[in-house]
């Protein structure tokens, strides 16, 4: 049976097994992801080499040029890491809840019922209105303080508005 209070850290292996007693309506292995947008990773990328030009120029002083070899490097981590983290950020609507999973260190695997969600929040931050991009973030019942929360950043308009009139009605 399902233990009183939810482990928030369960192993890849057991977590379809806990999905499923918890929620026996909803099959993890079936699950239809969708992606983002693709146009994230550029937006990464790009972050990553502004970055990488602040972290050359503070430190061009102490390192001299080695400073270049520094931001070069930090560019090409965060160039590798942008495609990874947006493979592995993905959602999914389902007949009563949404599921978000992320994370490509660290996966993560969230899945709400409808019935829990106390709020969703629909934002954009100056950056995504220029991509034309949105933020999900979804509040649930007995989140608690510390809580898990489910968010989706890299979303198209479209997609957002969609997710967003789905998750409220």
């Known amino acids: 049976t399902l233990a009183p209070s939810l482990a928030p850290i369960v192993r890849r292996a057991d977590l379809a097994a806990l999905v499923a007693e918890a929620m026996p309506n909803v099959n ?14 550029t937006r990464l990328r790009r972050r990553g080499a502004i970055e990488g030009a602040v972290l ?7 390192l001299g040029p080695w400073s270049l070899f520094l931001g070069t490097l930090w560019l090409a981590q965060r160039c590798i890491t942008a495609s990874w983290t947006l493979e592995a950020w993905r959602y ?16 993560c695997v969230s899945v709400a019922r409808f019935e829990r969600v106390q709020s ?6 100056p950056f995504d209105r220029r991509w034309g991009m949105r933020r999900l973030r979804i509040d649930t019942a007995g989140q608690g303080r510390a ?12 997609v957002a508005q969609s997710l967003y009139r789905a998750i409220r009605s």
């Open 28 to 41: 993890l292995d079936q699950i239809q992801w969708q992606p983002v947008d693709p146009r994230g990773v």
């Open 56 to 62: 050359c120029a503070l430190t061009v002083s102490i």
């Open 92 to 107: 999914a609507m389902l007949d009563d809840a949404v599921a978000v999973q992320r994370g490509w260190w660290t996966r």
């Open 120 to 125: 969703v929040v629909l934002a954009e931050t």
């Open 147 to 158: 809580g898990h929360q489910l968010a989706l950043a890299y979303l198209s308009n479209d």
